[in-house]
């Protein structure tokens, strides 16, 4: 586990009433999980003492640690350029907010829910975590009724585990065409095969309405997850960043979450920069699978166009750099030619045999 933003900790545990009760939370928490799993579209019962509890306790250091490894993948991709306001629309207790903004410094903020105090709350945390730009409002709004514009700004919305409550994309297309201010879109949902493809789906509506997809899409063309599978979907997976009280918490809890997972989409009505270099013999490349170790051999996907493909290579084998390789899910590599020298199988799932020398040319142009 990564250690926590203390000042967002004594925040969280003040707003909680305090002192630590991981018996108590972990009971509240069961009990949103199940709220959730029997009416998967309900909105987040805030009001209720024990919903609140669970959100606070433990929905809202995963949904910042998604956030920030969000918008980092972001950051590396120079997502956030010219961007001066951020909106978090159905902010909750601002997690993604104060995600983001641990990446990157906005000069305005304007915090959106349905309830006065939903919003105060995600103000309150905001400003305690010395993170908050000079600049932070908060507004008591639907997705379905957000008022137009106030300013040209140029502006990123974050709907961060909103779209499934909302459930529409007929009011994202209002949104947008309303809010000519939103340059920028973050959409984070939650990674299950119905709701990571359900999003993936998004792409084409948003390059429709004048948006370019600039993450985690490698390329522009059709998903291959989508196209040549009937349920995989995309998502990175990350080891989140978990308040002090965390062990005690998921010691009552039957879930354990050493590693979480986010599926997303980063989309900018400017097109995104390639670092594909056709003419040089470079791919861009984004690590969609997790490891399967088969025997010898280890395998795991790729995508770098509209083909569901593969790596995979044979550490002992090979030996030398070849042992200590590792790839995570999300991870984006350049490759050389030498990747795919060897491919083997159908176009539906074509599996690559990386030699030594490919592994040694693959490089990474992201940071953790
Ligand atoms: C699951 S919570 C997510 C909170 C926060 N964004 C996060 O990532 O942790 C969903 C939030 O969206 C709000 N919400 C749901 N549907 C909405 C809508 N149509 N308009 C505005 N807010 C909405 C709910 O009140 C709730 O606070």
Request: charged share 25%; aromatic share 8%; hydrophobic share 35%.
């Amino acid at each position: 586990m990564n250690p926590y933003d203390d000042r967002i900790e004594k925040s969280l545990l003040s707003l909680l009433g305090g002192p630590v009760d991981p018996r108590r939370w972990a009971k509240s928490v069961q009990r949103l999980s199940n709220h959730y799993v029997s009416e998967p579209e309900a909105i987040s019962p805030w009001n209720e003492p024990w919903a609140r509890e669970a959100l606070l306790s433990y929905y809202h250091p995963l949904n910042q640690s998604r956030a920030r490894r969000v918008a980092t993948q972001g950051g590396n991709l120079g997502f956030f350029k010219g961007l001066s306001h951020m909106i978090d629309l159905g902010c909750g207790s601002a997690a993604a907010s104060l995600g983001f903004l641990q990446v990157q410094k906005f000069a305005s903020l304007e915090l959106i829910d349905r309830s006065f105090e939903v919003t105060q709350m995600a103000k309150a945390l905001v400003e305690a975590s010395g993170l908050a730009p000079s600049d932070v409002k908060t507004s008591q709004q639907s997705l379905e009724l957000l008022s137009a514009a106030d300013s040209k700004s140029p502006t990123l919305l974050i709907l961060s585990y909103v779209l499934t409550e909302a459930h529409s994309l007929r009011t994202l297309e209002q949104v947008l065409k309303k809010r000519p201010d939103v340059q920028a879109l973050a959409i984070l949902e939650p990674s299950t095969s119905q709701d990571g493809r359900k999003l993936q789906a998004l792409r084409e509506p948003l390059k429709d309405l004048g948006f370019h997809i600039w993450a985690p899409c490698t390329h522009a063309g059709a998903c291959p997850l989508l196209k040549d599978s009937d349920r995989d979907w995309c998502h990175d997976r990350l080891v989140p960043e978990t308040p002090s009280w965390w062990q005690s918490l998921e010691s009552e809890l039957p879930m354990k979450n050493k590693t979480v997972t986010v599926s997303y989409l980063l989309a900018r009505k400017e097109p995104r920069p390639s670092f594909s270099k056709p003419d040089q013999g470079q791919t861009e490349v984004r690590v969609i699978g997790d490891r399967m170790e088969e025997k010898t051999k280890v395998r795991q996907m790729i995508c770098r166009g509209e083909n569901r493909e593969f790596i995979s290579w044979f550490p002992s084998r090979l030996g030398g750099e070849a042992e200590t390789f590792h790839l995570d899910r999300g991870d984006r590599l350049i490759a050389s030619d030498a990747a795919w020298a060897d491919p083997r199988g159908i176009d539906r799932s074509k599996e690559y045999r990386l030699s030594l020398e490919a592994i040694k040319n693959l490089s990474r142009i992201d940071f953790k």
